[in-house]
């Protein structure tokens, strides 16, 4: 690689990158702080690090692990998820991004609504922590081969199952529309089902 070379562009949709260890990295370069690569990202989860010199677009997308570029100037990320704390372009609508910043407003409003001091700061720290965990995508399986590999686990907060920007999943599995189809369902089977019953959804897997 020369100094004088454009990165290379590379371009990932609808995958699962999986480097098999949180310290390992899912995309990088050997000998090098970071992949001389412009990344456009789309609809994947990524387990491992993520180390390129640009994100020129990063869309409904899970990160593990960190994402850390060169240059932040360049490209964004929108409605992904990313860890706390990593260098990245700039950013919209992004977990864990909104939950904290939402907590931070209701901690504040709260506070003023009763006449209160403002909440100190290491009040408002651990209550962001809180909700940075809890966004945290949780997964059926990590294993690769299990059926329910990279599937979200219904645990997972709906930040995350309907966090894209069509209010679809983020992550690998986003053009499987499951919460729209799950809402479709429901719809219809409210519309047929006989007075004085309920009816709900067991999933199988």
Do not use: W
Request: with cysteine.
């Amino acid at each position: 690689m020369r100094s004088g070379d454009e990165p290379i562009p590379v371009c990932i949709t609808d995958t699962i990158l999986d480097a098999t260890a949180t310290e390992k990295e899912a995309i990088g370069a050997p000998g090098y702080a970071v992949a001389h690569a412009v990344l456009t990202i789309k609809r994947c989860t990524v387990f491992g690090i993520v180390d390129v010199h640009a994100v020129e677009l990063a869309e409904n997308c899970i990160f593990n692990d960190c994402l850390n570029v060169a240059r932040r100037q360049l490209g964004c990320m929108r409605f992904c998820y990313v860890p706390f704390g990593c260098r990245t372009p700039r950013r919209y609508h992004c977990q864990p991004d909104l939950v904290a910043q939402a907590t931070e407003e209701k901690l504040r409003v709260e506070a003023a609504a009763k006449s209160e001091p403002a909440p100190r700061q290491t009040e408002l720290e651990a209550a962001k922590a809180r909700e940075r965990l809890r966004v945290k995508p949780q997964f059926n399986s990590k294993r690769y081969g299990t059926p329910t590999y990279c599937q979200l686990a219904d645990t997972c907060a709906e930040e995350i199952k309907r966090g894209a920007d069509d209010e679809s999943e983020m992550g690998a599995f986003h053009d499987l529309f499951q919460p729209q189809r799950e809402a479709n369902l429901l719809a219809r089977l409210e519309e047929f089902t006989p007075a004085g019953k309920d009816v709900g959804i067991i999933y199988a897997t």
